[in-house]
């Protein structure tokens, strides 16, 4: 089997997911742990579905057949060969069924193992029955949260298996064109269906990056009207949020290089030049993302002028009030101390002439300020 696996997971994955899932680093390192101790296979991640649905899809350009409540999997080698066959499975956390569809089909232990680890970056295996990849997808949940979903596929000579950590519409448009017979789907190889996936895929990171950005136009009027703590977290987040995404783009670019680069009699001469068109598209996503990473910095940056516009409009009306006070204070201090031989002080008027004096040096100070433009 070849394997071609693109940067290791690292400490900035675990701090994503943490960020995204808000699942803490100790969550995964004592699964795998415990995996490694017990040398069996199990699922590393949090359930994310209270059980595994699974669907499946049967279709040829005549005809489809649909089971969304799945389960006799020994019946899958009793299918038409004729056909292509798309199973699908929401959630992954039941590992006996996992296990089942790897004898049926001869996946190897490893890849086995892959499909239940949902730390594991995007990656590849090309072996000579079987196309093995697995990718990261952006999932915009209802509270305007983003997570990050694994996802796995397997692919042979006329069957696609995808592996969903939970349910989700990644793939409402794909069913919808099998079921009624549009587009080009039923009309060619399995290959075809994957790039449909892997499109749809994509079209979710272009969504969450509208979002981020979207949330990034709103947060900049709040930074120029009030720059404020809340501001600062939000940015934070934003800007934790567009690394991962960054860091998940990347790897899914240089798996479908490796498709193209790999010979493997899977895939078909005439789909080639869709997987070229998806490293375009994700090339554009990587842009975007690039993008988006530079405006986020430029309202940190503007964030910082803001705030210290806010200072020093602050500290030049404190200035200005002070200096305005000095003169006055001044003279206060002259007539607070009380000497006998102090003529004003015996003035019926005298009090209220000095507070006149007083007065109009306030203003004329006021006046020469904003001639000189100070306030």
Known sequence: MKSKEFLRPDKLLFKGLQSITGIGHDFYTNQKSEAKAKAELTFIGKKKVEKVDTQLYTYSLENYTEDTKFNDFFKLKELDTSENIWLNFHGLHEVPKIEKIGEIYNLERLVIRQILDTTQRPKIEIDDNYLFLNVKSPIKQENNEVIIEHMSFVMGENYLISFQEEKTDHFT????????????????????????????????????????NKQASTLEKEILRRPSEETTLALESMKGMAQIIKKALGPFKEVLLNILNEESGLIRKENVRYFKDLVNTASSAIDEIDSTQNKLESLTNIYFAALSQKMNEIMKVLTTVATIFIPLTFVAGIYGMNFDYMPELNLRYGYFGILGVMFIISIIMVIYFRKKKWI
């Open 173 to 212: 448009s794909i069913r919808n064109k099998i079921t009624e017979g549009v587009g080009f789907i039923r009309k060619r190889s399995i290959d075809y269906l994957l790039v449909q996936m892997l499109d749809s895929i994509l079209d979710h990171y272009f969504i969450t990056i509208d979002e981020i």
